[in-house]
T-cell receptor, first 116, second 115 residues
Framework: AQKVTQAQTEISVVEKEDVTLDCVYE???????LFWYKQPPSGELVFLIR????DEQNEISGRYSWNFQKSTSSFNFTITASQVVDSAVYFC?????????????WGAGTKLIIKP | DVKVTQSSRYLVKRTGEKVFLECVQD?????MFWYRQDPGLGLRLIYF???????EKGDIPEGYSVSREKKERFSLILESASTNQTSMYLC??????????????FGPGTRLLVL
């Protein structure tokens, strides 16, 4: 069965620190997709990135970077030089071809607090 | 940009009332979803629809129904609201298109309080 684990319930750092949010997934499929979403205090879930299982290249977008490692079934998210506006709950999610039927399997989320 | 809108940001209803939550997307997406989000329980799928007039139960459909009469609109109905349905409700849509398949785009959410 598919599963997404975000072991860090809450992380608190001081502004300008780098921070990494962990995501570990389980799936029996060889074709799958991984996602990160951000949920600021306003409540809307904002799509950040989608990665398919055949693309193991790391992705960088400004201060955000993602490290996909199939060997450890992890898809970790790093924010460099964090800012107060990065404070939010971050969700990792998985969708696979075999079992998902268009659905996403969600992690529990990691609440990130950036202190000024 | 994908735009998903929900009819209300905040809603207060009485126990036993019939409640309609409306969701509209403007990107011609085939799939639409309703989730509820509660502290400590994460996002849970209530219902989804992959075509007009089609619906599938998610993980927690009890006490809810849905309607999809038009492609752009997906309604969540609480037939008789109860206090345990107090929650944040999130609507999402996704496309069957090759490049964006499975990527769900969310509306701003509706915080429902049932008294």
């Amino acid at each position: 069965a598919q599963k997404v684990t975000q072991a860090q319930t809450e992380i608190s750092v001081v502004e300008k620190e780098d921070v990494t949010l962990d995501c570990v997934y389980e799936t029996r499929d060889t074709t799958y997709y991984l996602f990160w979403y951000k949920q600021p205090p306003s409540g809307e879930l904002v799509f950040l990135i989608r990665r398919n299982s055949f693309d193991e290249q790391n992705e960088i977008s400004g201060r955000y970077s993602w490290n996909f490692q199939k060997s450890t079934s992890s898809f970790n998210f790093t924010i460099t030089a964090s800012q107060v506006v990065d404070s939010a709950v971050y969700f990792c999610a998985l969708s696979d071809v075999m079992d998902s039927n268009y659905q996403l399997i969600w992690g529990a989320g990691t609440k990130l607090i950036i202190k000024p | 940009d994908v735009k998903v809108t929900q009819s209300s940001r905040y809603l207060v209803k009485r126990t036993g009332e019939k409640v309609f939550l409306e969701c509209v997307q403007d990107m011609d997406h085939e799939n639409m979803f309703w989730y509820r989000q509660d502290p400590g329980l994460g996002l849970r799928l209530i219902y989804f629809s992959y075509d007009v007039k089609m619906k599938e139960k998610g993980d927690i459909p009890e006490g809810y129904s849905v309607s999809r009469e038009k492609k752009e609109r997906f309604s969540l109905i609480l037939e008789s609201a109860s206090t345990n349905q107090t929650s944040m409700y999130l609507c999402a849509s996704s496309s069957l298109g090759r490049e964006q398949k499975e990527t769900q785009y969310f509306g701003p959410g509706t915080r429902l309080l049932v008294l």
